[in-house]
């Protein structure tokens, strides 16, 4: 057995130690709730993600948090607010006692690629539920790649004056909730603009509808462009195929287009079946 001096030392020692993990559990924290997620301490830092130049994002955190005495507040921190922010950069403060906290902060549409740093803070206004303020960094990555687009199919088969579809599909790998146009150039008579918003993270397929009244071979240009961010966005050649003839017609149908009204649906069953042998025949 050791001797009681080195006793009585364990023994302070395994308390101080327990006295310190107890003092890191109570302290306030911030809990970041999107675009990622995370629990800072005071003086913490977190990745938030990448964002295109001009875009912004908001950053989500919740309200609740222990006190030094590790009693939970619901409503602890009052404000997410910043302290720095990139030169030409802008922010909006979460409002006066909002839950979760939502701050947005917009990029300078200049902003060259690289990764950036704010200093944000969650604050416990007249320190009333003796918090102080919890100081964190945040840091994003500056990039116009923040967005995979596709469109297909690159050669689409239409009857005249019967819309055909172009299949348009967004994958958002950035922090920001992008807006996007769709559009087409080069069809004759033809301008329309599908406008569309795609979620952070998240991937999403649009139908863009085009058609023509003459029959012809058209090659035409479909864009899709950030509305925010010149810098995102691609063009793809779309080739169109309009002829007068019931051939195309069984083509347009299996692309989604209706030839009549609804009640004629047991004849539309018919017309698939012979294009699917002509796709097979042609394949």
Same mark, same amino acid.
Request: glycine share 8%; net charge positive; proline share 7%.
């Given at each position: 057995?050791? !001797? ?7 023994? *302070?020692?395994? @308390? ?9 559990? @109570? +302290? ?42 590790? $009693? ?18 802008? +922010? ?5 006692? #909002? ?6 902060? $917009? ?25 102080? /303020? ?12 923040? *967005? ?14 019967? !819309? ?29 603009? #599908? ?9 999403? /397929? ?14 035409? /240009? =479909?864009?899709?462009?950030?509305? $925010? ?7 793809? #050649?779309?080739?169109?195929? +309009?002829?007068?003839?019931?051939? /195309? ?10 030839? +009549?009204?609804? =009640?004629? #649906? ?18």
């Amino acid at each position: 057995m050791p !001797p009681a001096k080195w006793r009585l030392f364990g023994f *302070f020692y395994a @308390a101080t130690i327990l006295l310190l993990l107890n003092s890191v559990n @109570a +302290a306030p924290y911030l809990k970041i709730l999107s675009p990622t997620n995370g629990t800072l301490l005071n003086n913490g830092n977190i990745y938030l993600g990448k964002v295109a130049p001009g875009e912004s994002f908001y950053i989500l955190a919740s309200p609740t948090t222990p006190n030094y005495n590790g $009693t939970l507040i619901n409503i602890g921190w009052d404000r997410l607010t910043y302290v720095t922010l990139p030169t030409g950069w802008s +922010a909006q403060p979460s409002l006066l006692y #909002e839950n979760p906290m939502e701050m947005k902060i $917009t990029v300078l549409p200049t902003a060259q690629s690289g990764i950036y740093s704010m200093v944000l803070r969650a604050v416990n206004i007249g320190n009333y539920s003796k918090l102080g /303020n919890l100081t964190f960094t945040a840091y994003v990555n500056v990039t116009p790649t923040v *967005f995979n687009i596709s469109v297909g199919p690159k050669k689409i088969y239409a009857g005249l004056n019967k !819309p055909v579809n172009v299949h348009v599909t967004i994958n958002n790998t950035g922090v920001s909730d992008g807006q996007f146009a769709i559009t087409a150039s080069g069809l004759p008579a033809w301008n329309s603009t #599908e406008n569309i918003i795609v979620l952070h993270s998240r991937q999403n /397929n649009y139908i863009y509808p085009v058609f023509v009244s003459e029959p012809g071979t058209y090659k035409f /240009n =479909v864009s899709v462009g950030s509305t $925010t961010s010149p810098l995102v966005g691609k063009t793809f #050649e779309v080739t169109l195929i +309009a002829n007068a003839s019931l051939e /195309n017609d069984y083509v347009a149908l299996g692309q989604g287009v209706n030839l +009549a009204p609804i =009640v004629f #649906e047991p004849a539309y069953a018919v017309l698939q079946f012979i294009n699917d042998i002509y796709k097979y025949l042609a394949g």
